[in-house]
């Protein structure tokens, strides 16, 4: 059965880094959008970051760009997030997801309803 699996959440000060890995089985990850999205408590899921599955282009929420980085790693059918300078208002639970993203992904890969598949999320806390 189609599994993604994140993991790579800790605590860390602000200012600190992070890497969130997303391990998927049963499917291609090349042919899927893959995005990270983050929820805090008492708020609504939020699309941060998505890569591409037809030439690995990258979308980013305003808030995290310049310090977080979406990559794939096809060879290991994984995707990874790479969080640089973090600050409390990145804390949250972090979601891997996988979806056939409707056209244009530049105006759609925010969107929760365009994800197929997610993993059960990864903790992320930062906080002195």
């Known amino acids: 059965q189609v599994q993604l699996v994140e993991s790579g959440g800790d605590l860390v000060q602000p200012g600190g880094s992070l890497r969130l890995s997303c391990a998927a089985s049963?499917?291609?990850?090349?042919?899927?959008?893959i995005a990270w999205f983050r929820q805090a408590p008492g708020k609504e899921r939020e699309g941060i970051a998505a890569i591409a599955m037809h030439d690995d282009s990258t979308y980013y929420v305003d808030s995290v760009k310049g310090r977080f980085t979406i990559s794939r790693d096809s060879a290991n059918n994984a995707g990874y997030l790479q969080m640089n300078v973090l600050d409390s208002g990145d804390t949250g639970v972090y979601y891997c997801a996988a979806g056939s993203v409707d056209w244009p992904i530049a105006s759609m890969w925010h969107i929760v309803t365009e994800y197929t598949y997610w993993g059960q999320g990864t903790q992320v806390t930062v906080s002195r």
């Open positions: 049963a499917i291609d990850f090349d042919y899927y959008v």
